[in-house]
């Protein structure tokens, strides 16, 4: 099974910063690499898929890079509705990998 | 609007079973493949099981499988889980999705999740 990991697994930062965040996989998923926004007690909403198109209504501060095995989700300017956790997904190949997570905190 | 409503979770105990449902409105769900995704407490993301548009395909993850049944209604929108032989670490909140229709198991819309304990 590929294995997913991203990093940090939490992180602190104020209104403005730019965010990034990386996913790996353990082999190549080609750009078959997608990424959700999770707030507390909420589903997960799909924002980034096929590494790089956003969803539809997704704000373009939300950007997401990469392919074979590295893959890099940025925030440009954090906002405050922006507080949740993000998950990476592979799509390439059973089972459907999720990453375990980046929190991202109010500093 | 897209909108996926589950139900049917609950408390169970080891051994047992329950059926979820997902009951979708907005969208003609005899088109889209659709998946059950869960997530234990304080944990991440496991997708369990999905099917295609006219049920004539199912997949699952190697822990469920043999265990779990998807299956679907179309005509009536629906969607459902059947578990079986429930153990502790089936214990989560269950989400049905929507897969995106050019991009496999891309869950592009989600349900507000049914959550199922399994204890004694």
């Known amino acids: 099974d590929i294995q997913m990991t991203q990093s940090p697994s939490s992180l602190s930062a104020s209104v403005g910063d730019r965010v990034t965040i990386t996913c790996r996989a353990s082999q190549s998923i080609r750009s078959y690499l997608n990424w959700y926004q999770q707030k507390p007690g909420k589903a997960p909403k799909l924002l980034i898929y096929a590494t790089s198109t956003l969803q539809s209504g997704v704000p373009s501060r939300f950007s997401g890079s990469g392919s074979g095995t590295d893959f890099t989700l940025i925030i440009s300017s954090l906002q405050p509705e922006d507080f949740a956790t993000y998950f990476c997904?592979?799509?390439?190949?059973?089972?459907f990998g999720f990453g375990p997570g980046t929190k991202v905190n109010i500093k | 609007e897209v909108q996926l409503v589950e139900s049917g979770g609950g408390l169970v105990q080891p051994g047992g079973s329950l059926r979820l449902s997902c009951v979708g409105s907005g969208f003609t769900s005899s088109s889209y493949w659709m998946s059950w995704v869960r997530q234990a407490p304080g944990k991440g993301l496991e997708w369990v099981a999905n099917i295609k548009q006219d049920g004539s395909e199912e997949y699952y993850v190697d822990s469920v499988r043999g265990r779990f049944t998807i299956s679907r209604d179309n005509a009536k929108n629906s969607l459902y889980l059947q578990m079986n032989s429930l153990r502790a670490e089936d214990t989560a909140v269950y989400y049905c999705a929507r897969e995106d229709p050019m991009y496999g198991y891309v869950f592009d819309y989600w349900g507000q999740g049914t959550p199922v304990t399994v204890s004694s």
């Open positions: 997904q592979q799509s390439y190949t059973s089972p």
